[in-house]
């Protein structure tokens, strides 16, 4: 696991412990209040849930940082020029950066400030003093990411292991079920149907029956399970209302947010206010539910008759796992009932505009407020004006330009960590390079291409791109055979840097590389280089199985603009996939190469609309028989795609014969505006 992906992990768990108890928190004390309705209860400890997991993810991926937050890992502050703004962070989101330190600091020296200050001005500029020694930081870096990647694989782990443990226990809960039968018969199956109307219910909702349950639970989406005693000793008053509770039940998707509120429990154990949401939402959605019955049945007597009655049959086990039974929390039982004969029934429902509005303004307050934990920290950067260089007439200076020039000592700091024991701290200092563009680095970043660790290979080959420096060209060829398939890839990206200062042959040799992302990166670098000795190594490559290969290597063609490579592109227009089909017509267009009639007829009755697209454009460029103006015309009224029925009023406006224009008049009656308009504007320029 890379060092980057488990500091985001730490970092996202840590955010997340910090969100979660804010939100569990207070909903744990807004729902104390007695005045809060179930439904009230319901929606916040639902929005605690959920926007522990959301507000995490939108903070650490947009990058923001509240008041109060903290950091696994933090750059080293360092001057800069304030006409150029380099960054010392590593070439990818997340790796760890670095900074020099000071010129004492390297040396293990406290200058006095007077002497300090001197040598700063015989430099022609000031630095500013590092928060800690350059070295230090980076050990203690390592020995955190050794720290962070124990917790996170045992949070890993056990989240594992408590999920895996739910699911063999919902599994085992369904074995229990396997035996149910279908109820068809009786007058349920009709009282099911009439709730289902009343309650607004689109969906078919199956009735089963079995005799391993003691009391009715919804399952899933669409099913409600009742023990078979239920179908015979409750009177008609007592079922209806035990399907009304029951289908209240999945109206509310209970069974799913009962199943998505254990997991949440189990894999982010180290919450326990977890726990406490999934036993409330548990609770309200039983009052909640009996309210719904009870007021479209029209009283709770029948309900809470049913619920005593229940309550007789319930001697089995439970099922093993939070399900929306009418009467699995037997502790809830008494006080239902009661409420039920009292007829104390709630306030309705929040509205969906209601929760909306309340879910955005708390989960934009908790965003932009709640504090965060990052996996890294970005420096502050003290910015100073760059005097200007003597003899400079009205241009920006060299040194303005070229932070190898502003901040030497910074540049050799980093150049002297490509040494370091540690492959994180040198894969950071080769990014940082590449990113300051050093171009003093760049020796030492082609000795850095052998280094035993490809992660840092790979780094110094991305610098070495973002340098664009000629003396790396020969050096990145070589490592385009490096058996990393990371580090090739990220070599050839470094190439395409160049263009045409790269030969064609080390490249051509990587078209028969096994990743297809490798040779795809080959043949767009050859065709930008624009070598003709590349034209029959990417014909062969048209063969290749990958039709993203395939397509790329016509694109290559195209740019080459060798007229001789039709024979080769003209079979790709019965390729299997459509886009290498519609990319195939672009090149043959491109190289003006003429399709035969029969060839374009196929293609513009092609069955994607890209390609036939496409096909009208060739079209477009010749003057079309008659034959392709009456396709023309078909495909102007009605051809599926808007686009291709526009573009084949176009290609009628170029073709001038008697046919075309009377096409374009029956044009003028089509039923898309497009059309009509393309239609009367070619009219209107014809002769």
Known sequence: MSDTIV???????????????????????????????????????????????????????????????????????????????????????????????????????????????????????????????????????????????????????????????????????????????????????????????????????????????????????????????ALTDLDAEQQRGLLAHELAHLARRDPLWLDAASLIERVFFFQPLNRLARRELQHNAEYICDDWAATRTGSGEPLARCLARVAEWIEASPLGVPVAGMAEQRSMLVSRIARLLEEKTMLPALSRVTKAVASLLVLGTVIAAAPSVHGTLPAEVVQEPVPAARGD??????????TVEQDPVIVAALIERLGDTNASVRRAAASSLGNLKARKAVPTLITTLADKNREVRAAAADALGNIEDDRAIAPLLKVIGDESPEVRERALDALGRFEHDVPAAPIIAVLSDPRPNIRQRAADILGNIGDRSAVAPLVKLLKDPQADVRREALHALERIKDPSVASAVLPMLGDENADVRGTALGTLRELRVPIAEATLMKALEDASHDVRQRAVEVVKDQAPSAALVAVLKKMMLEDTNSDVRESAVEALSEARSPAAREALRLALNSPDAKVRRAAAEALGNRP
């Open 7 to 229: 500091r985001a992990t730490m970092a996202w768990l840590l955010t997340y412990a910090i969100h979660s108890t804010l939100f569990l928190g207070i909903a744990a004390l807004l729902t104390r209040r007695p005045q809060v309705t179930a439904p009230m209860r319901d929606f916040a400890w639902k929005l605690a849930l959920v926007g522990g997991l959301v507000t995490p993810t939108v903070q650490l991926q947009g990058g923001l940082a509240p008041i109060g937050s903290v950091a696994l890992a933090r750059s080293v502050a360092v001057p800069t020029a304030s006409r150029a703004k380099p960054s010392l962070a590593g070439a990818r989101q997340g790796e760890p950066t670095l900074a020099a330190p000071s010129e004492s600091d390297r040396h293990g020296l406290a200058l006095p400030g007077a002497e300090r200050d001197a040598k700063s001005g015989a430099r022609g500029e000031v630095l500013a003093e590092p928060r800690s020694p350059a070295a230090a930081d980076a050990a203690a870096r390592a020995e955190l990411s050794g720290l962070t990647l124990g917790v996170v694989i045992g949070w890993g782990a056990a989240a594992f292991v408590l999920a895996v443990t739910y699911v063999a226990r919902r599994l085992i809960m369904v074995g229990r079920l396997t035996t149910r039968q279908a109820v068809t018969e009786g007058q349920m199956p009709v009282m099911l149907d009439s709730l289902r109307a009343a309650f607004g219910l689109r969906m078919r909702v199956h009735l089963t029956s079995a005799s391993t349950i003691s009391s009715p639970v919804a399952l899933g989406l669409n099913e409600i399970c009742v023990p078979d005693a």
């Open 393 to 402: 007439s009205g241009r920006e200076s060299d040194a303005a330009k070229d």
